[in-house]
């Protein structure tokens, strides 16, 4: 297309600048030039050779665009992508733990290097983007609407970490809507995989303990955590409507990236998250699932010591 347009545009300059150039006004020549009004073969040959330029263009962009429609053939990974106001959910349905569940994560996408990954995307609420401008292009999430995007990192982009960012106003956080892709070799993928499968473990003593008791009367409202108690039985606690805190320890950041994830940083999230990111948790309404942030529980200094040591002891 720039070879084609690159084509027309020298030639109509240079047409132009000779009518200009020998057909100018000249000093003591005032003579009226020749007054002509259609000429059919030329009004025909301006439209046909446009038209079948554009012929020209449409046809192989069309056969290119449906093959970008494709789904993707072989060995694929596959992560279910969901927007919410304001974070990122990440669900690979074909890693699943012993119970059939799959691997949940929020925030940060692990992504295998050398392999081709598709996301499938969706919107829990209002129509978020997926931006991550080194990885590929933008993609709208919309709800009630699967849209798909694919990529296939080279292998030696393994170690690269690349933030993204919502590309589309979903209101009041879309500014902090943001995320961490990890390319890795398919070495660590699998370790991280495996490590992301295993369930957290119920502390029985410690300030951890009394943590539990917090998370399960309180984060539990939101959160979502996959759970083994001392006879090894395991057991899902709390609702899905915010990012599930099984590996919270294992994350980089908070907060989808507002923060950095230190027990410093967590304990001020904890005692007031709308401090550190515009959310709006008084608009929350449980009974349509409709979560707009995490509101302040007035938790003590006590309170707030033994969540972060309960979550940032869940790796
Ligand atoms: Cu989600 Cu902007």
Redesign the pocket.
Known sequence: MLVLAIIVFVVVELALAVAIFRFRKRKGDDREPKQTHGNTALEITWTVIPALILVGITVPTMMVLFELREPPEGDVITVNVT????WWEFEYPDIVDAQGRPLTTANELHIPVGKTTELKMNSAD????FWVPPLAGKRD?VPGRETSIQFTPDVDRAGEEIPG???????L???D?RMLVFLETEADFEAWAQQQLEPATIPTEGPEAAGFEIFTALCAACHQAVVKDQDGVVSVIGEALAPDLTHFGSRSSLGARVLDNTPEHLAQWIDNPSDIKGMAPELNDFEKGRILGMPDYGLGEEEIRALVALLEGWK
């Open positions: 927007g919410h106001q304001w209002v129509i978020h983007s999430l960012q919502c590309a589309e106003f979903c209101g956080g879309h500014a809507m």
